[in-house]
């Protein structure tokens, strides 16, 4: 981490920061304990899968430590596999343990975002003679139900006209990390969205498809609702498995707004073929700009509630003025919540907004990544951990440049576990075969504990990109053992490489950890 051009007043900040979080009560880090001999070894049948994937065993970094009960706030944990696990790898969407247990450990769990609403009008027999202006924090969960409180809540203070215009306030964030940049080129794809202090529906809009069941032909809808979107349907329904159904889709919006038409009528039109085999598909696109789709959003949220307008706002960028008053405070759903959604589902840019929420609640707006990235390395060296080789690039691990050992990345998992928030982040990260990323994995290999009492569990933050597979989580054995685990797989077959993980993961549920099984 390097610190350019410093300010005295930001070297000011950043040291009242780690005397903050230095000075915090703190569990102490777990304490690792060596080994006379390093269990350098990987298990046979994650060798043998890889040699199936052609994947060279130097491709695979591997660190899983068995943590054992210790004195309150105080856990210690042994070393059972140590594969490469110094080398620097890149994590992909692991990278997201990092940032969300910093965000419940400095924020708390109950932290809520909020997104002020002020006018620089006055209501005036129902009518809100005004423009509103919309301030946000960056509340990655901004989502159609949430807006349906924050219309209600406008209600309430009288409002049920609005004579005015909108206006999005987005100094929260430095420009630059709006910028809509990709790894791979796929700026529609809702993976890709950029973060934003007003971030509605994750700016994606959801199509649902499927064949209608009264007659041959197939039902669209989509989410969030829009003021000015109307969907022309001409596709042909065929008689085909739905295996590559969005192949023969063509998807058009028309026009395509720069932000200055936001009142005029868009057109969504789909054409092709869609499979009579599909019961019902999703179709995401990121096909409007930001102030374009909160807009829309937030005009037809209004006239669900029942609300009018004199005339229907565009939508604009802007400050709020000096002189507006702040007509409500509204307050999104816990972190705890989000934190739910970011693990167990791997949404990018509400991990890229945690990270960001960290530098605005701790150094001041306008956030950037930089200062986010600061605050999470003073919260690590807090906690006793230095990982010189971490490397932050956006928190989310959708990065070519982020990286971290698979040994740090295990050590972070056993410090957890002595934090007040340990059984927060522990219930955010997706069990094997039942939910999340790891949903319709080691299906088989759970069959056969089926008869025990107490099941053993997975609970695995996955990862992947083009060359990178990876996973990392706690494992709780058959027999009751609790081992943290972390492997990275960075290779240009690493896509083929599931099952290798998966056999890990599975030797670990059978209390696996044997130098005898090594090859």
Known sequence: MRIQNSSPFALVLLANLL???????????ADISPQETALQYIPKAVAASLKKSQIPKEAISISVVEIEPGQPGKITAKTKIDWRSKQAMNPASTMKLITTLAGLDILGPQYRWRTNVYTDGNIRQGTLKGNLYLQGTGDPKLIPEEIAKMMKALQNLGIQKIDGNLF???????????????IDGESLRAYNVPPDPLLYAFRTLAFQLGKSRTADFIDISYTPPLSQLKVINQ???????????????????DPESDGASTNQLLTAQFSGSFPNGCKGVNYNVVALDANTFFTQGFTAAWELAGGTWIQA??????????????????EGIPLAEDVQDINKFSNNVMARQLMLTLAL?????????????????????????QFPELIIENGSGLSRNEAISAEHMTQLLVAARNLSVADTFYN???????????????????????????KPEARIKTGALVDVRAISG????????????????????????????DQLLAWLLNDGPDPKQAR
């Not at 230095?22 to 102490?28: D, F, G, K, N, V």
Request: hydrophobic fraction near 40%; proline fraction near 5%; charged fraction near 20%.
């Open 19 to 29: 005397a903050i979080l230095l000075i915090s009560p703190r569990a102490h880090s």
């Open 168 to 182: 999005f306030d987005r100094s929260a964030y430095a420009p630059d990390v709006m910028e809509h940049n990709t």
């Open 235 to 253: 596709m042909q329904l065929v008689d085909q498995s739905c295996d590559n159904w969005k192949s023969n889709i063509r998807f058009n919006l």
């Open 313 to 330: 706002p565009t939508g604009q960028s802007g400050t709020v003025p000096l002189a507006a008053r702040l007509l409500l405070k509204f």
């Open 361 to 385: 609640e701790k150094m001041g707006k306008p956030a950037s990544t930089k200062n986010g990235e600061l605050v999470i390395q003073s919260w690590l060296k807090g906690l006793g951990l």
């Open 428 to 454: 955010s990260l997706p069990i094997a075969g039942t939910d999340g990323t790891m949903k319709n994995r080691l299906m088989e290999h759970l069959r056969k504990f089926l008869h025990l009492k107490k």
């Open 474 to 501: 706690y494992v709780m054995s058959k027999s009751g053992r609790i081992y943290a685990v972390t492997s990275f797989i960075n290779h240009p077959n690493a896509l083929r490489s599931l099952e290798a993980h």
